[in-house]
């Protein structure tokens, strides 16, 4: 592994762990980045596609959770959006 574990004694004469870990390589550090920056935007993702989900399921629609079904269901949603007079009070046909 990449740590190595020694002993030293701290003032109180107790024996202290010490770990040397050897820094990662740039590449790695890329990677790490890339990792960090993927998960963000799935969670970006996930939580654009479940807000509507929601909205959506209180008005009693219910659609599957993936975004190619929200995408191919905008027509039904927007007949929905339509006739629902409390969602056109709050804006949400934009564009009309």
């Known amino acids: 592994m990449y740590t190595r574990n020694t002993k030293q004694r701290n ?10 870990i050897i820094p990662k390589t740039k590449a790695q550090q ?4 890339i990792h960090c920056v993927r998960s963000e935007l799935i ?4 939580a654009t596609t479940n807000q509507p989900h929601g909205f959506l399921a209180e008005d009693s629609m219910v659609l599957g959770h993936q975004v190619q079904v929200l995408s191919r269901s905008l027509p039904d ?3 929905h959006l339509a ?6 009070r709050h804006g949400w046909l934009v564009g009309d």
């Open 83 to 88: 006739q629902t007079p409390r969602l056109l």
């Open 77 to 79: 949603i927007r007949k």
């Open 11 to 20: 003032y109180s004469g107790q024996y202290l762990q010490v770990k040397y």
């Open 30 to 33: 890329d990677m790490q980045s």
């Open 43 to 46: 969670k970006q993702c996930t």
